[in-house]
């Protein structure tokens, strides 16, 4: 069964000028996620700024996500690491919080063969017992997890079920889906992707958009698994200008920016991203006020 079908948000961690978590902040962007219809949150992945929290901020992320969201929609709890056994620790932790499942980014910079990417994953899913989500980035990782290792994990790992896909390349993720033979769930990574991966048997979006159109991005993907490609195509390309400005700098510079203009307090980076520069806040301030969530 599906950790879960639709839009799950990457919700991106507010900061307090003094760099500290905003819980008050983290709470409202919770309950609007959710008033808004989000089908998951995904906490304290790349646009929640994992890289640069360290455990103890990692950990209170997820244990304060779970407990606001309170069941109401299920929690992943971004624990990947270049380091397996950290993995492992910040996964046990994880589900010792009640995350409704993981989210494992391909080991980056070390850069590991396929065969060390199945004995990693196969190492963190074995130490846990729920639900664990591969994410493919290789843009950022410098490791691409192909088809056929995808697969093998999911055919033979009881708790790996899907992968986040942001590999960008359609024809492999259509490869994927069919090596994979219904034993992995698979979610699009990319915003600008949505359509085209769910038109070949994608169930959702883990998504950057939804910070700030929860409720539009939902039903774009309700459109998708309802079969209804039309008006979804047109949606896609509705919010292509959007999406293209939400990542005009690396992620999540733009989305706290466009969190900070809805009116949420949200901070910017922590070094080594920094503030958005002034060009492009204007150039994502008129993609809002075009899109209407602004």
């Known amino acids: 069964m599906a950790i ?9 961690t507010p900061m307090k000028e003094n760099g500290e978590i905003n819980y008050e902040t983290f709470e409202k962007l919770i309950e609007d996620q959710i008033k808004n219809e989000t089908d998951c949150i995904i ?11 360290d455990d103890d901020e990692h950990l ?14 299920p929690v992943i709890a971004g624990t990947g690491s270049n380091n397996t056994a950290h993995a492992i620790m910040m996964s046990k932790e994880a589900q010792k919080f009640g995350a409704d499942g993981v989210l494992l980014v391909a080991p980056y910079y070390n ?11 196969s190492a963190i899913a074995n130490a846990i017992d729920i639900p664990c989500v591969l994410y ?17 994990l999911g055919k033979h ?9 942001a590999c960008g390349n359609i024809s492999q993720i259509a490869e994927l889906i069919e090596k994979a033979e219904g034993s992995l769930d698979v979610y699009s990574g990319n ?7 769910c038109s070949l048997g994608g169930i959702g979006v883990i998504s950057v958009l939804s910070n700030v159109a929860p409720k539009f991005t939902h039903d774009l993907v309700m459109k998708c698994l309802n079969g209804d490609y039309v008006s979804a195509a047109k949606d896609q390309i509705r919010c292509a200008e959007l999406v293209r400005s939400l990542f005009c700098e690396v992620n999540p510079i733009p989305v706290k920016a466009a969190l900070n203009m809805q009116g949420y307090d949200c901070g910017i980076p922590r070094l080594p991203l920094t503030e958005m520069e002034e060009a492009h806040k204007e150039r994502l301030r008129k993609a809002m006020v075009e899109f209407g969530c602004l």
Request: proline fraction near 5%.
């Open 111 to 121: 850069k590991a063969t396929q065969n060390g990417l199945i004995q990693s994953f």
């Open 4 to 12: 879960f079908k639709g839009a799950g948000v990457a919700i991106a």
């Open 60 to 73: 209170e992320a997820i244990r304060f996500t779970v407990a606001q969201a309170a069941k109401r929609v």
């Open 157 to 165: 790992v009881e708790n790996i079920v899907a992968v986040k896909e």
């Open 136 to 152: 493919n980035v290789p843009s950022r990782t410098g490791s691409n997890i192909l088809p056929d290792t995808a697969a093998y």
């Open 191 to 197: 915003d600008d992707q949505i359509v085209p991966i």
């Open 43 to 53: 906490v304290v992945g790349t646009t929640g700024e994992a890289p640069t929290l």
